[in-house]
Structure formats: C-alpha cells, structure tokens
Nanobody
Framework: QVQLVESGGGLVQEGGSVRLSCAATGRTFRILSMAWFRQAPGEEREFVAGFSWAGDWANYADSAKGRFTISRDSAENTVNLQMNNLRPEDTAVYYC???????????WGQGTQVTVSS
C-alpha cells in the first residue's frame, strides 16, 4: 500500500502563492506517476498537474500552465505543487493522487483546502 498525506493549504489573497506538499509512504517503489487534482464546491474533480515518478514527463492543465509547478523531493518522497499568482477560481480542495504499478485503482490523499480571496 501507499499512503498520501497532503499539507500546505490555507487562505491566501489573490495574486499570492501557496506551496502544497504530498508525502508518500509505504510501497513507494511501485509508484508510476503522481498528480494533483482539485475539486471546487459543486464541481467535478479536475486534473491540475502530474508527472512520472521517473521524471521523464510532466503535464499541466491549461489553467495551471505558467503559474503552477509540480516537483519531487526524491529524498523525502514528497511531491510539491508551487502555486503562484493565485486567483479566486483556484479555490478548491486539492488532492494528491498516485498511480501504482499493477493496480487498477489509484491512491488518493485526504485533500487540503486552498482558499483564494479577492
């Protein structure tokens, strides 16, 4: 199993920055990729950014390009999401996801709230 714990959310003003972290523990050697998703009230969960555990690709949603950066701290098995120039529409619960080799279902963290005030 893999456990994911997010941290770093909070309240920030429009134009500000927040850094989210997702700590992965357990059988991390089976991780193929990790990603950040978000879900705003009344909306479906949507992809924000993701990358391969090997580091050979990274993808961003159009809304995240140029403002958000996903990165990995290999020593800590932590995936970070640096979010800059935040907008009120970025307000959501942000979830960390891990895709695991040999599994048909993914692992998810518990989520962390990010609220951007105008």
């Amino acid at each position: 199993q893999v456990q994911l714990v997010e941290s770093g959310g909070g309240l920030v003003q429009e134009g500000g920055s927040v850094r989210l972290s997702c700590a992965a523990t357990g059988r991390t050697f089976r991780i193929l990729s990790m990603a950040w998703f978000r879900q705003a009230p009344g909306e479906e969960r949507e992809f924000v950014a993701g990358f391969s555990w090997a580091g050979d690709w990274a993808n961003y949603a159009d809304s995240a390009k140029g403002r958000f950066t996903i990165s990995r701290d290999s020593a800590e098995n932590t995936v970070n999401l640096q979010m800059n120039n935040l907008r009120p529409e970025d307000t959501a619960v942000y979830y960390c996801q891990a895709v695991i080799a040999g599994r048909t279902t993914d692992y998810w963290g518990q989520g962390t709230q990010v609220t951007v005030s105008s």
